[in-house]
């Protein structure tokens, strides 16, 4: 088994593995998504109370950011890796058997925990590649990643839709005891870059956080992006039930193919964002992302515009994203871990909130509800880089 080296460069081949784990590792927190109204139905809960799996999944996964993230700079991240997909499998099986609303949460909230694996291998990818190769080879694991969201909502909404969403569940669990085989065989040990305890680790993330003002901007901005986001796929399935639509969970799945758009994106956009600067993709993501919820709003009743604004706000996400988490990680090279920690707690922190306003929203006004949490939180982020831009 081989070592890596920071900045010596990383294998085509273990940066598209990783890519591969990246993907199947993330899809474990949406599957959800499509799954809502047939899962509400089959176990008597209410909108709100059903809403309450994707929120408690998000609150799981920034924990596991703040928490289980880090150790990638002190702890052998192959062993980090195998660990979380163990129990990985085990949420995702209690979530299968789960028999009311506390089971279902339980294994919904261990499930975000443990799926935060791709955090751990996108600061790897960052600090063993050449400087040269960083944002393209950062963009492809980032592309397995988004290609694994836009996957697991169509997967789920057809194996839900065929089987029942059971059944999506055990599917997971055992694609995770494949990756988990995978990751055994392939994936070689990796130097730790910190040498202190895990409590001192902890104190110099908010370190980090308080010495570098630059990623709080760039982490509460995407923060608030990615809620806006995630609002849409949090009532997305209930709009689709009602009038003029009247679709099921395959319908809301086959929707997410839309989001190839944002995939692609970020596969092409590393190399432009050191030519035209983290502040322009962010200001256009924002444009993009309100232009989106525009769309929801005057085209509530039309599949085009639902399939535009999905399109339109993927993007968008993405350009926000991936210039604002690439520029973080290159504050502190020697910290790339706890970088990101900061970054994508803050940015899940977002997502939970843009999660459970628009849950809430769309109990007091519907679908307009909705579109006014995904707007809110959209100026949010505009604000954040205007605030930014006054201060300097």
Same mark, same amino acid.
């Given at each position: 088994?081989?070592?890596?080296?920071? $900045?010596?460069?990383?294998?085509?081949?273990?940066?598209?593995?990783?890519?591969? *784990?990246?993907?199947?590792?993330?899809?474990?927190?949406?599957?959800?998504?499509?799954?809502?109204?047939?899962?509400?139905?089959?176990?008597?809960?209410?909108?709100? $109370? !059903?809403?309450?799996?994707?929120?408690?999944?998000?609150?799981?996964?920034?924990?596991?950011?703040?928490?289980?993230?880090?150790?990638?700079?002190?702890?052998?991240?192959?062993?980090?890796?195998?660990?979380?997909?163990? +129990?990985?499998?085990?949420?995702?099986?209690?979530?299968?058997?789960?028999?009311?609303?506390?089971?279902?949460?339980?294994?919904?909230?261990?499930?975000?925990?443990?799926? !935060?694996?791709?955090?751990?291998?996108?600061?790897?990818?960052?600090?063993?590649?050449?400087?040269?190769?960083?944002?393209?080879?950062?963009?492809?694991?980032?592309?397995?990643?988004?290609?694994?969201?836009?996957?697991?909502?169509?997967?789920?909404?057809?194996?839900?839709?065929?089987?029942? %969403?059971?059944? #999506?569940?055990?599917?997971?669990?055992?694609?995770? /005891?494949?990756? &988990?085989?995978? !990751?055994?065989?392939?994936?070689?040990?990796?130097?730790?870059?910190?040498?202190?305890?895990?409590? &001192?680790?902890?104190?110099?993330? =908010?370190?980090?956080?308080?010495?570098?003002?630059?990623?709080?901007?760039?982490?509460?901005?995407?923060?608030?992006?990615?809620?806006? @986001?995630?609002?849409? %796929?949090?009532? +997305?399935?209930?709009? #689709?039930?009602?009038?003029?639509? @009247?679709?099921?969970?395959?319908? !809301?799945?086959?929707?997410? +193919?839309?989001?190839?758009?944002?995939?692609?994106?970020?596969?092409?956009?590393?190399?432009?964002?050191?030519?035209?600067?983290?502040?322009?993709?962010?200001?256009?993501?924002?444009?993009?992302?309100?232009?989106?919820?525009?769309?929801?709003?005057?085209?509530?009743?039309?599949?085009?515009?639902?399939?535009?604004?999905?399109?339109?706000?993927?993007?968008?996400?993405?350009?926000?994203?991936? =210039?604002?988490?690439?520029?973080? *990680?290159?504050?502190?090279?020697?910290?790339?871990?706890? #970088?990101? &920690?900061?970054? *994508?707690?803050?940015?899940?922190? =977002?997502?939970?909130?843009?999660?459970?306003?628009?849950? &809430? @929203?769309?109990?007091?006004?519907?679908?307009?509800?909705?579109?006014?949490? =995904?707007? /809110? +939180?959209?100026?949010?982020?505009?604000?954040?880089?205007?605030?930014?831009?006054?201060?300097?």
């Amino acid at each position: 088994m081989y070592e890596l080296k920071a $900045h010596a460069g990383i294998p085509r081949s273990l940066t598209l593995m990783l890519a591969i *784990m990246a993907g199947i590792s993330v899809a474990n927190i949406y599957y959800c998504q499509p799954l809502l109204n047939m899962i509400r139905m089959d176990m008597g809960l209410s909108e709100f $109370h !059903v809403n309450l799996m994707p929120v408690l999944t998000q609150v799981g996964y920034a924990l596991g950011l703040l928490f289980i993230v880090p150790l990638g700079d002190m702890i052998d991240r192959r062993r980090i890796v195998l660990a979380n997909f163990s +129990l990985l499998i085990f949420a995702l099986i209690t979530i299968y058997f789960s028999k009311n609303e506390g089971m279902l949460l339980a294994g919904s909230f261990v499930t975000g925990i443990c799926s !935060v694996t791709p955090q751990i291998f996108i600061p790897m990818v960052s600090l063993f590649s050449k400087p040269d190769e960083k944002e393209l080879k950062t963009g492809m694991v980032l592309s397995g990643l988004l290609t694994g969201i836009l996957a697991s909502r169509v997967f789920s909404g057809l194996i839900g839709e065929w089987f029942g %969403w059971r059944s #999506m569940f055990l599917i997971a669990a055992a694609m995770m /005891l494949i990756s &988990t085989a995978i !990751v055994f065989k392939a994936l070689p040990n990796v130097p730790t870059t910190y040498r202190g305890t895990f409590f &001192t680790m902890l104190k110099s993330i =908010g370190e980090l956080f308080l010495r570098f003002p630059q990623a709080r901007i760039f982490s509460i901005r995407s923060g608030f992006a990615f809620g806006s @986001f995630l609002a849409l %796929w949090a009532c +997305l399935a209930f709009r #689709m039930k009602q009038a003029p639509f @009247f679709q099921d969970s395959k319908a !809301v799945g086959l929707l997410g +193919l839309c989001g190839i758009a944002g995939a692609l994106t970020a596969s092409r956009i590393g190399k432009y964002i050191k030519r035209y600067g983290v502040e322009k993709f962010c200001n256009a993501g924002s444009l993009l992302m309100a232009a989106a919820w525009a769309t929801f709003y005057f085209g509530n009743s039309s599949y085009a515009a639902i399939v535009v604004g999905i399109i339109l706000i993927d993007i968008g996400m993405q350009f926000i994203q991936l =210039g604002n988490q690439s520029s973080v *990680m290159k504050l502190c090279p020697e910290a790339t871990s706890r #970088m990101n &920690t900061i970054f *994508m707690t803050i940015y899940f922190i =977002g997502g939970s909130l843009g999660t459970f306003l628009a849950g &809430t @929203f769309w109990t007091l006004w519907g679908w307009n509800g909705t579109v006014l949490a =995904g707007l /809110l +939180l959209t100026a949010l982020s505009f604000g954040t880089t205007l605030i930014s831009y006054c201060r300097k």
